[in-house]
T-cell receptor
Framework: EAQVTQNPRYLITVTGKKLTVTCSQN?????MSWYRQDPGLGLRQIYY???????DKGDVPEGYKVSRKEKRNFPLILESPSPNQTSLYFCASSFLGRRGETGELFFGEGSRLTVL | AQKVTQAQTEISVVEKEDVTLDCVYETRDTTYYLFWYKQPPSGELVFLIR??????QNEISGRYSWNFQKSTSSFNFTITASQVVDSAVYFCALSPNNNDMRFGAGTRLTVKP
């Protein structure tokens, strides 16, 4: 079954304790991205990746890191989480068209993170 | 600057009413893509449609239809004869060729029986 898998789905942590949210897709998609969803703000893009070893900042990259060492995985790293990073996080993947344009996004189920 | 505005925060209708969700976008790019996604109460995000900037034909899929007007930078979504199962948050999104994806704040649609 084609899917995007995120882990953990729920996490409560404390300020400053490094954490990683994993994301894996089994569709051989070139494009992967991370979003955070906050009430009234919709989804905001954190980082995206066009292919292995290629990553770019989205709208709200501060406080986050990513890596793309393998095509299927795109982990999101919070080196020193702060309470303002409490949010619902979504990973997504997509094929890229002939001109490098993004296709339909396939989303993971979301990871709800609380930073105390 | 790339921006998507969904001015309607919440809409409530009674079943079988038609409802239109507005989406206005801003971009300087001549080539771009527009999307609509649905987020039902269960929380997952579901793709509805993708449209490129060169294709201004309206699209109909069952009870759903989309009206793309480049002249007004709008990509509105209409649900005909709404049903309770249509209750969800709907997001409009814009992606120019650089793959930066911008979402609107979403419109929460409630369809009452």
């Amino acid at each position: 079954e084609a899917q995007v898998t995120q882990n953990p789905r729920y996490l409560i942590t404390v300020t400053g304790k490094k954490l990683t949210v994993t994301c894996s897709q089994n569709m051989n998609h070139e494009y992967m991205s991370w979003y955070r969803q906050d009430p009234g703000l919709g989804l905001r893009q954190i980082y995206y990746s066009m292919n292995v070893e290629v990553t770019d900042k989205g709208d709200v990259p501060e406080g986050y890191k990513v890596s793309r060492k393998e095509k299927r995985n795109f982990p999101l790293i919070l080196e020193s989480p702060s309470p303002n990073q409490t949010s619902l996080y979504f990973c997504a993947s997509s094929f890229l068209g002939r001109r490098g344009e993004t296709g339909e996004l396939f989303f993971g189920e979301g990871s709800r993170l609380t930073v105390l | 600057a790339q921006k998507v505005t969904q001015a309607q925060t919440e809409i409530s209708v009674v079943e079988k009413e038609d409802v239109t969700l507005d989406c206005v976008y801003e971009t300087r790019d001549t080539t771009y893509y527009l999307f609509w996604y649905k987020q039902p109460p269960s929380g997952e995000l579901v793709f509805l449609i993708r449209r490129n900037s060169f294709d201004e034909q309206n699209e109909i899929s069952g009870r759903y239809s989309w009206n793309f007007q480049k002249s007004t930078s709008s990509f509105n979504f209409t649900i005909t004869a709404s049903q309770v199962v249509d209750s969800a948050v709907y997001f409009c999104a814009l992606s120019p060729n650089n793959n930066d994806m911008r979402f609107g704040a979403g419109t929460r649609l409630t369809v009452k029986p």
